[in-house]
């Protein structure tokens, strides 16, 4: 039979396995569903391609005109950081959750008497946030040093409270005053507190949604007056930022730097062309059949978008430049079996080479913005693109802060041997 004190955990459980959501209005009603596997897919790595889908389409709506007035790049940077920190905070904390949820056997009477000795309200308002780290680190890696005196539930519920309070002090941080009360009406009561840890998850899991949602929308819509306000609001997020190593520590798994996970957009003729880095998209369109989580990450950006979408895999004829002179296309490197495919992966070079094949009228021209900085080799081919004689393609990079990934010049010199041996063995059938 249910208990009642079961259920706040219920709704707790149901708000973890339930779909994330995003959004592109701020009116909108719903959002887009995203479910859990596919965020939590490591292949994929869907947050960060979600963070360059916001970020990039934040500052073309700015350099292309879409407000009367542009704003600094710079807040949009500012806020699309801190959404990339909010995002991983959210998947942090659902993914700590699930795991003390899965391990848990939580019952009422065995916990009653170990809260009866620990002072929460002690706990949260007096320990340094370093002294919790330390204690949720310990409690995870199961050194234990707790051994002698809690059981394992006592350590997951122990766990749990470290773990809420660590975000409490991060959420709350800059309003001392409703951190006050928070902690007063909500930790320091008179019975057993260990109870509310379940409804203190669902209100801070609920904070997260909520700014995550106005953050998005603010950016998707280019909205001014939100993304200064957003940027106020989250002076909280600078206290993330402090600790966030310190969180990214708590993973416990081998750091790995993050995999470049580009996404970027050109549009012509009302036609949004989007693309994400990789080879592996041939058999990729909008609301295509394929059964890939990659599919599914394409369909939910173009209904992110809205209105006409097309998404550019990899073309035969997207090209790798060893000189303005010089070029191989995709479709010789796999003629060639080499097994490079950094060289093909960009996404500036796939749109560039789905630009070359659109027919442009007399006085047309097109701008094709790329918001991260472009890699060696992509450099090579804008340069070629923009110094081309009747250019009616320009490539602009905006706000180049960071580099796309770092190929060492060791790098370049093996990916243009290998250019040049496939040149040399698998010429281009014709010439054009
Ligand atoms: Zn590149």
């Not at 909108?28 to 391609?49: M, N, T, Y």
């Not at 659902?94 to 009477?109: A, C, G, K, P, T």
Request: proline share 2%; glycine share 2%.
């Amino acid at each position: 039979m249910e208990r009642k004190e079961d259920k706040p955990i219920i709704k707790l459980k149901e708000k973890l396995d339930s779909p994330w959501i995003f959004y592109s209005h701020e009116n909108a009603e719903e959002g887009v569903k995203v479910d859990k596997e596919l965020i939590l897919d490591k292949e994929l790595d869907f947050i960060s391609i979600i963070v360059d889908f916001y970020t990039s389409e934040a500052l073309h709506k700015n350099a292309s005109g879409y407000l009367n007035e542009s704003i600094d790049n710079e807040i949009i940077r500012e806020v699309s950081d801190n959404y990339a920190k909010l995002s991983s905070l959210k998947l942090f904390y659902q993914n700590e959750l699930s795991d003390i949820l899965e391990n848990r056997e939580f019952l009422y009477n065995d916990v009653l008497d170990f809260w009866q000795f620990v002072d929460l309200f002690h706990f949260a308002k007096e320990f340094e946030l370093e002294v919790l780290f330390y204690g949720y680190r310990k409690l995870k890696v199961r050194e234990d040093i707790y051994e002698r005196y809690l059981s394992q539930n006592e350590k997951l519920i122990l766990k749990l409270a470290i773990l809420n309070i660590i975000f409490l002090r991060i959420l709350y941080r800059n309003t001392d005053r409703i951190n006050d009360i928070f902690f007063e009406e909500i930790i320091n009561l008179e019975d057993y507190p260990w109870k509310y840890l379940f409804e203190i998850s669902t209100g801070i899991l609920s904070k997260l949604d909520n700014d995550k949602r106005r953050t998005e929308s603010g950016l998707f819509c280019l909205n001014t007056v939100d993304l200064n306000r957003i940027g106020t609001v989250f002076a909280k997020y600078d206290m993330a930022s402090l600790y966030f190593d310190e969180i990214t520590k708590l993973k416990l798994e081998k750091f790995e730097k993050n995999k470049i996970n580009c996404y970027a957009s050109v549009r012509k003729n009302n036609i949004i062309y989007m693309t994400l880095n990789g080879v592996k998209d041939d058999s990729i369109k909008v609301n295509g059949v394929d059964r890939s989580n990659l599919q599914k990450v394409v369909d939910i950006l173009a209904q992110l978008l809205g209105g006409d979408v097309e998404y550019v895999s990899i073309s035969p004829d997207t090209r790798y430049y060893i000189n303005p002179d010089l070029y191989i296309n995709y479709s010789q490197y796999k003629n060639s079996n080499e097994n490079l495919n950094r060289m093909f992966t960009c996404c500036e070079r796939k749109l560039i080479a789905k630009m070359y094949t659109l027919k442009f009228g007399d006085d047309e021209k097109i701008e094709l913005l790329v918001t991260k900085y472009p890699c060696k080799i992509c450099l090579r081919t804008i340069d070629y693109v923009n110094n081309k004689e009747g250019a009616k393609l320009k490539i602009e990079i905006i706000d180049p802060l960071e580099m796309e990934f770092k190929l060492s010049e060791q790098d370049i010199i093996e990916m243009d041997k290998c250019a040049e041996k496939i040149d040399k063995n698998h010429p281009r059938e014709q010439e054009e």
